[in-house]
């Protein structure tokens, strides 16, 4: 079985400050791994994704993530966060044809 | 707009009533996915559909809950005899699957969601 767990259920942050919400994860199998955003009143979008190869992967909005297989982790970071960046974001995990298991989310705070 | 639309957005109902959900994938994706969310949880899987095949369901869909998917196209979500424990948003997403140098790659899409409140 899956399991996905996020460490931080809010994480504020100042403007222009980096910031790393963290993701660990369980899993028997390889697995693939993502980050989804939801902003307030919307859908989830994916930030990014991990199925193969380097294990940094960029994503959009100057997002990126480090694959840490040894302590099964795959934290999301970004050097410089705006205010539009304060959203819910998601961890998730997939194995082979499986649907996705989510996290609990972690609420970011950009504070002006 | 041609990404996942889900109707109504909102659903206030009294408790032992019957609800119905909507969702409109994208045109050619042939994977739909429903999820449940509540108040401080990520998203969690009900059930979902190759075409008009229902492939997989969770446990956390009692025989209260029904999807179809009749024609591969639209998707309605059923809940009867609703309780106040189902009060959730109901999150829609569709995929397509593809084939990417020897790895099966796919990318969801979800719509805004449907947040019912059962009184």
């Known amino acids: 079985a899956q399991s996905v767990t996020q460490l931080d259920s809010q994480v504020p942050v100042f403007e222009e400050a980096p910031v790393e919400l963290r993701c660990n994860y369980s899993s028997s199998v390889s697995v693939y791994l993502f980050w989804y955003v939801q902003y307030p009143n919307q859908g989830l979008q994916l930030l990014l994704k991990?199925?193969?190869?380097?294990?940094l992967v960029k994503g959009i909005n100057g997002f990126e993530a480090e694959f840490n297989k040894s302590q099964t982790s795959f934290h999301l970071r970004k050097p410089s966060v705006h205010i539009s960046d304060t959203a819910e974001y998601f961890c998730a995990v997939q194995t082979g044809a499986n649907n996705l298991f989510f996290g609990t989310g972690t609420r970011l705070t950009v504070i002006p | 707009d041609t990404g996942v639309s889900q109707d109504p957005r909102h659903k206030i109902t009294k408790r032992g009533q019957n609800v119905t959900f909507r969702c409109d994938p994208i045109?050619?994706?042939?994977?739909l996915y429903w999820y449940r969310q509540t108040l401080g949880q990520g998203p969690e899987f009900l059930t979902y559909f190759q075409n008009e095949a229902q492939l997989e369901k969770s446990r956390l869909l009692s025989d209260r809950f029904s999807a179809e998917r009749p024609k591969g196209s639209f998707s309605t979500l059923e809940i009867q005899r609703t309780e106040q424990g189902d009060s959730a948003m109901y999150l829609c997403?569709?995929?397509?699957?593809?084939?990417?140098?020897?790895?099966?790659?796919?990318?969801?899409?979800f719509g805004s969601g449907t947040q019912l409140s059962v009184l």
């Open positions: 991990y199925l193969s190869g380097s294990t």
């Open positions: 045109s050619e994706h042939n994977r």
């Open positions: 997403a569709s995929s397509s699957r593809s084939l990417h140098r020897g790895t099966t790659q796919e990318k969801l899409f």
